[in-house]
């Protein structure tokens, strides 16, 4: 969603703001802007559009400046323009903000002022932030960062925020509450990021801003923090847990495509120190503390949005299948509405890649508010997530920046499934024999997944197929329903083609009606128990002469036989089998964008971090 860059120091600004905007772009938006302060002047420029729209609308102006703040826009309130891209100014132009999050308050703020005289340029809430800004600071004679909290002591909802004023040259305000926003400390300079990627470039050193807190940012003074009282908050400086390479394509068309081949280094990444070399402990250090928790819960309710939910749903069959506690999988959009039942001895999972989603955040909150245990399985290190949850797991994938998740899916089913075997080993619900089968089996994992991405070439020729078609079915059963539902989402979110994961059997409940000769149904077929079923449901599809696309268990000459297109991957245990099947599908899915011209990376509409509800 939104990003956020800004600088203050001895260099120039912009050309740390534009490129800063550039590494923001993976989180999806609409508009872009820049305000720039030199001798008590702000400068704006913003766009529809693209960064590169921005640069070129800038590319003749005096761009000459020391301190700067900007923004990407991803719509909410008010459609992607220019008059609606952030900054935005106060009336007399002294003030400029951009801001993350939703004033969820603005309307009767808006109201308020409005009746004050004030005028609104933008249908933007963050226009109401400015403005409000202003009015308390003319009002009641007081310095700026005492009008900004106080400000903010009004607002109802999310903010990440950086101000510039033409009073105070140099001088950068920044303020947080639940969305991100990083300091980073440079010598007798300050980059300010919605996430690490515009800093890493240029220092290590970083300051998380704590719910409430303001900063003001003055290259010859120290850093100093408050919160919205006007109370004096301890900076704590820590180290950027980030690569420049990490968030660059090494080689790759895309970051998409990126990912996917690292899903091998994602896995092992996600493995290691948490199996001793004799295999016979598997123990995830980050959940020690809470684990008697876990081991005594009569209950486990996964809460996650998206790709994360799908990773879920698989948790949820290894959960039960070698736990044998119940698990419940929830969005955690419709959770946190509907008044639960949640009782102490339920342990809450919530699962995210950015660790910033606001729907699984406010999942986790009511948990904790009704006396639950809630574990984290987060991607982003030191993300609100990992922090507001009693203990957790990272994911350790590495950054994903490509919208279209990949290898953040294996590793949390990776996660999942080590959670799971820690567990079931300590409460004697698993069988020595079968235990030792899964761990090798996932340690072998991601050799089968580089023996799947070898397949590359032949799953562009099968996207072809794809390339004109409206529809797509995918089906799946058990373990890899929840293989079928990602695999849909990743075809509809980059390829813009409408598809749908069903469980095989309930095809003939209704979607059955779909098939004729012009619908692709892509069938997880692979070895399992179910596998006589699935054979079965492919019948059904080829007698309405549906087209079978089917990922199948190497040597699999029956379900080959029947396929007008087969992708072969190698055989694992069937619980494992989601960490293989899902590759191709996103193989698949990312050929089929490409091939029909689709911005794969940044696919329309979307986020990659879904911070407002
Ligand atoms: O960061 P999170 O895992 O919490 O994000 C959840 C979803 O927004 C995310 O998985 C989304 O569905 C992706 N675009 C899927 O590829």
Redesign the pocket.
């Known amino acids: 969603m939104c990003g956020i860059v800004a600088y203050t120091g001895n260099k120039q600004a912009y050309p740390f703001l534009i490129n800063g905007l550039k590494r923001l772009e993976y989180r999806g938006y609409d508009s872009a802007g820049v305000a720039l302060l030199s001798e008590n002047q702000i400068r704006l420029y913003k766009k529809q559009g693209k960064v590169a729209d921005l640069e070129r609308f800038c590319a003749t102006e005096d761009l000459s400046a020391h301190t700067g703040i900007a923004h990407t826009r991803w719509a909410t309130h008010g459609e992607p323009n220019d008059e609606n891209a952030h900054p935005h100014l106060s009336e007399d132009g002294s003030l400029a903000l951009i801001h993350n999050g939703i004033v969820e308050n603005y309307l009767s703020l808006k109201n308020e002022l409005l009746k004050r005289g004030y005028v609104f340029k933008s249908h933007t809430d963050t226009e109401v932030l400015i403005h409000l800004i202003q009015d308390i600071r003319k009002t009641e004679q007081v310095d700026l960062v005492e009008a900004v909290q106080m400000a903010l002591s009004v607002v109802v909802g999310t903010y990440a925020l950086a101000i510039l004023s033409s009073e105070y040259s140099k001088q950068i305000i920044a303020a947080k509450k639940g969305s991100p926003l990083l300091i980073g400390l440079g010598k007798n300079e300050f980059f300010v990021g919605s996430d690490g990627a515009p800093i890493v470039e240029y220092t290590q050193k970083v300051v998380y801003l704590n719910d409430e807190e303001v900063a003001v940012l003055h290259p010859d003074k120290e850093l100093q923090i408050t919160n919205i009282r006007n109370e004096k908050q301890r900076p704590s400086i820590q180290k950027l847990e980030l690569k420049l390479e990490q968030i660059e394509k090494g080689g790759f068309e895309h970051f998409m495509l990126k990912e996917i081949f690292e899903q091998p280094k994602a896995i092992v990444d996600s493995m290691r120190g948490r199996i001793n070399t004799q295999k016979d402990v598997v123990s995830l250090g980050g959940i020690i503390e809470y684990e008697n928790k876990m081991l005594n819960a009569k209950r486990f309710i996964i809460a ?6 799908h990773a879920g749903l698989v948790g949820e069959h290894i959960f039960e299948s070698l736990i044998r506690v119940p698990v419940e999988v929830e969005y955690a959009s419709e959770f946190r509405y509907r008044n639960p039942i949640i009782n102490e001895d339920d342990v809450l999972i919530a ?7 606001a729907d ?1 955040l406010a999942a986790i909150e009511l948990a904790k508010r009704k006396g639950a245990t809630v574990i984290g399985i987060c991607n982003v290190v030191g993300s609100s997530i990992a922090r507001s949850t009693h203990a957790g797991s990272y994911t350790h994938a590495g950054p994903e920046i490509g ?3 990949t290898k ?1 899916f294996t590793a949390q089913v990776t996660v999942l499934t080590l959670m799971a075997l820690s567990l079931a080993r300590k409460k004697g619900t698993i069988s020595l024999s079968y235990y030792y089968q899964l761990v090798n089996g996932l340690g072998a994992i991601p050799e089968k997944i580089e023996a799947i991405l070898k397949k590359n070439d032949e799953i562009k020729e099968i996207a072809r197929y794809f390339v004109d078609k409206q529809n797509v079915i995918y089906l799946g059963r058990g373990v890899n329903f929840p293989v079928a539902l990602e695999g849909a ?2 075809l509809k ?1 980059i390829s813009y083609i409408h598809a749908e994961g069903y469980p095989a059997a309930e095809m003939k409940h209704g979607p059955i009606a779909l098939i004729d000769e012009a619908m692709p149904v892509v069938i997880l077929a692979t070895e399992q128990e179910t596998y006589e079923k699935i054979v079965s449901n492919i019948q059904e599809v080829k007698s309405r002469r549906g087209k079978i696309i089917s990922i199948v268990s190497e040597g699999d000459e029956t379900v080959k036989n029947m396929s007008d297109f087969c992708i072969e991957i190698p055989k694992t245990e069937e619980l494992l089998s989601p960490l293989v099947a899902s590759v191709p599908l996103q193989l698949l899915a990312y050929h089929v964008a490409l091939l029909r011209g689709c911005d794969v990376d940044k696919p329309r509409n ?1 986020a ?3 911070s407002v509800e």
């Open positions: 996650a949005c998206g790709t994360s939910w699962i995210s890649q950015s660790g910033e989603t699984t919208v279209a998740s953040a989402l990743k979110e979307l990659k971090s879904v």
